[in-house]
């Protein structure tokens, strides 16, 4: 017969750190401690140090969530530091960076591990506290996966010290072609073009193309490199992705899906800034994707959960302090009349129209860190592969395409091109907020549904995996610079 360890409401409390009357307040106890009772059991216990033996399908192996002994105050401690970090995710991320605002999961742990012990079925209320998704559930097997293999695996492009230089040919280009095409450097089409050239010239696809030349310049140049086309050690470093880079990589793109609620709102536009692509979702379903503009790396675009409340036509903009002291302190009159800039009140304001850095319309959002998407008159910048060029404010691809589906959806389109043909600033209010989530994600999915390990333009992904217990050399940021002075 198992042995049964009796935990109190009081003590899974203080366990978690709040207090007895805290406990009641939040799940609204009533009655005596000892109707709240609960027990650990022989079979409960064995199902959490499963699980916790199992945490490396969430990628956190690296953790310690080690059970000591058979006490039931240390089976309680375990059970929920472990269910919090499959809940709410293991580490913190508003005490990782200086801005994080996105809504996260509210779980009650401690009511959930007394019905749970209560249950005896501990292992289940465990299983469904993590994202229940399809896409996590591709990043878990794919890191499960990677972490079958050898622990010192060789890496997937050999570093043989020879420099391959443009219209060289070398066994290692099919890889580091299929590695450009994963970055975005390269299409798909360009690859298969190189490799039927190659094999009637008898290279066997083994040639360095002019595409793939393209493609390099272009990556070396979005790093800071010397745009040669010479792919050396510095390129391999970004194209040459270990199994164990893309294992921590995926480890931390599952953290930033825990930190996320698990019914977001139906209708909301997701902006990966990592990836700088836009996502809007109607009802529930993804109705419409388009590329952005985000913040370059001394200038990031933060991680925010804000609301979009307003069109506004034709906006002008008030230059922030840092752009004016910055970037036009220095310039002339003349500059100012150009770009149909005047003085007001001691700021620098850009009046209306196609020179305006805002572009031709401007998507309000509520917050203190005055980020908003809006329109853009540098439209190249959408062709680039690295769109991390803005200096915090999120530009839209199309902006005045997508200001006209939402003002048609959201009913005030009559109102909205009313307001673009006064030519001036106008402000149109949506009938409801829609929320806007600035996220973070260095791991996409192609179109089988395979998860693809890009790189991590502002080197986030770094204090997120030491902190998961993870050790390895450091992402590289981009290094891009504004391309204007807009914001």
Not at 417 to 444: C, D, H, M, S, W
Request: hydrophobic content about 40%; proline content about 6%; some cysteine.
């Amino acid at each position: 017969m198992g042995r049964n360890w009796v935990v109190t409401a009081s003590a899974i409390a203080l366990l978690a750190g709040c207090s007895v009357q805290d406990q009641s307040a939040q799940n609204g106890a009533a009655g005596t401690e000892a109707a709240q009772q609960a027990s650990w059991s022989d079979s409960t216990a064995d199902q959490l140090r499963k699980a916790i033996a199992g945490r490396a399908a969430h990628g956190l192996d690296g953790k310690d969530f080690a059970v000591s002994g058979d006490d039931p105050q240390a089976l309680t401690q375990a059970a929920l530091a472990y269910a919090g970090a499959l809940a709410q995710g293991a580490t913190d991320p508003t005490k990782l960076y200086d801005v994080y605002t996105v809504a996260r999961p509210k779980v009650d742990l401690k009511q959930g591990l007394q019905n749970a012990l209560a249950a005896g079925d501990v292992g289940k209320w465990l299983d469904g506290l993590a994202p229940q998704d399809a896409n996590y559930r591709r990043l878990s097997e794919a890191y499960v996966a990677l972490r079958k293999q050898p622990a010192q695996a060789k890496p997937a492009v050999p570093e043989t010290g020879d420099l391959i230089k443009p219209g060289a040919t070398d066994p290692r280009l099919p890889v580091i072609a299929n590695q450009l095409v994963a970055l975005d450097y390269l299409d798909r089409a360009a690859v298969q073009a190189g490799s039927q050239a190659g094999a009637q010239s008898g290279a066997q696809g083994n040639s360095y193309t002019p595409a793939m030349v393209a493609a390099v310049k272009t990556m070396q140049a979005d790093y800071g490199m010397e745009p040669d086309g010479v792919i050396g050690a510095e390129a391999l470093a970004i194209l040459n992705m270990s199994d164990d880079v893309r294992a921590r990589a995926i480890a931390v793109n599952m953290e930033r899906l825990r930190w996320l609620e698990r019914s977001p709102p139906p209708t909301r536009i997701d902006v990966n800034v990592a990836a700088a692509r836009l996502s809007y979702f109607r009802d529930g379903k993804l109705v419409d994707s388009r590329r952005v503009v985000v913040g370059e790396p001394d200038t990031e675009t933060p991680q925010l959960g804000s609301p979009m409340f307003r069109l506004v036509a034709n906006p002008t903009w008030t230059v922030p302090r840092s752009i004016q002291n910055k970037e036009i302190a220095n310039k002339g009159s003349g500059y100012l009349k150009a770009n149909n800039m005047v003085w007001k009140d001691g700021w620098i304001v850009q009046q209306p129209g196609p020179k305006n850095s805002l572009g031709l319309v401007k998507f309000d959002m509520q917050n203190e860190h005055a980020i908003y998407l809006h329109d853009t008159p540098a439209k190249p910048l959408f062709g680039m592969v690295q769109r991390a060029r803005s200096h915090g404010c999120v530009r839209v691809e199309d902006a005045l395409g997508f200001a006209q589906m939402l003002a048609e959806q959201e009913g005030v389109l009559d109102e909205w091109n009313k307001a673009r043909a006064t030519g001036k600033e106008t402000f149109v209010k949506l009938p409801r907020q829609i929320p806007v989530r600035l996220l973070y994600q260095t791991v996409l999915f192609d179109e089988s549904g395979a998860p693809i390990v890009r790189n991590d333009p502002y080197g986030w992904n770094d204090r997120v995996s030491e902190a998961l217990g993870f050790k390895g050399p450091a992402s590289m940021k981009v290094k891009t610079g504004a391309a204007d002075v807009g914001p």
